[in-house]
């Protein structure tokens, strides 16, 4: 039997991430669905198209085009740049998610 890490998903209304409690979707979904998608840009932007629809309604604390960059705008770029963002979105004395050296993007 083949044990699966621990599936990121949202917590909402929040729209934290109910594993590491980061802004869904966080570093490790994000890997999570490049890999299901096979990189596929398009195919990630479709995939994530509902959740963002109901983001948009429930997250009152962010404009459309700030929960529009959250939930696709790292859809096409590589991992080094998600690691930077999510490093500038951490509240003060939190730790920032690491990146993977083993992966690619």
Request: glycine share 6%; proline share 13%.
């Amino acid at each position: 039997m083949t044990d699966y890490p621990p599936l990121h998903g949202p917590s909402r209304p929040e729209w934290t991430c109910v594993v590491c409690a980061e802004p869904w979707p966080c570093l490790v979904r994000k890997r999570q669905l490049r890999e299901l998608c096979q990189g596929d840009v398009r195919a990630l932007v479709r995939y994530l198209g509902p959740y963002l629809s109901v983001a948009r309604t429930e997250i009152e604390a962010a404009t459309a085009d700030e929960v529009t960059e959250r939930f696709v705008g790292w859809c096409g770029r590589p991992l080094a740049v998600w690691v930077v963002t999510e490093r500038r979105r951490q509240p003060p004395g939190r730790p920032a998610p690491e990146a993977d050296p083993g992966r690619t993007p």
